[in-house]
């Protein structure tokens, strides 16, 4: 489980922290426009989005190396599919009240986005997710999830109405 906690006044990126407050991965660019790099160790990865309805991951000291994909269906999907490697996912909505968000994979829950409160300082969210994603990849799946709540709040087809 790591906290997600926003960097800077406007928040222009944010970090994965553990349990411990230890650095695990970190985005850094704009949810606004909705690019960015994700930093774990000496890696980057680019994450950016290709149309309206897909957001890519790109390694980028290798050029062309796809490392996941989310797509949705329609402008009006509530989901979006992810594919990180050879395994497929769905991140979908927990409900239509909430803002968390689940990713399903083989005929179940195996994970979970939230937003959480009453923490000082407000990590805005907690990410609870299988231990075979990568931290690229879940800092990947954090950033679609930020990028749809930001979307929904805006009227721009984020895929959280229910």
Avoid at 52 to 70: I, P, S, Y
Avoid at 139 to 148: G, K, P, Q, R, Y
Wanted: proline share 6%; charged share 25%; aromatic share 10%.
């Amino acid at each position: 489980m790591v906290h997600v906690v926003l960097v800077g006044v406007f928040g222009p990126g944010f970090d994965l922290l553990d349990e411990f407050d230890r650095l695990v991965a970190e985005f850094r660019g704009s949810m606004l426009i909705e690019d960015g790099q994700i930093v774990v160790g000496t890696g980057r990865w680019l994450f950016r989005p290709d149309g309206r309805r897909q957001f890519l991951l790109d390694r980028l000291d290798r050029v062309g190396e796809m490392v996941a994909t989310a797509s949705k269906a329609s402008r009006w999907s509530n989901s979006w599919e992810v594919e990180a490697g050879s395994q497929r996912y769905e991140l979908v909505r927990a409900g239509r009240f909430t803002g968390a968000w689940e990713l399903r994979g083989r005929g179940q829950t195996l994970g979970r986005v939230a937003p959480c409160f009453g923490f000082i300082p407000p990590p805005v969210a907690v990410a609870d997710l299988p231990a075979e994603l990568s931290p690229p990849v879940i800092a990947f799946v954090v950033a679609v999830v930020l990028a749809s709540r930001r979307r929904a709040r805006s009227g721009g087809g984020g895929g959280s109405a229910g």
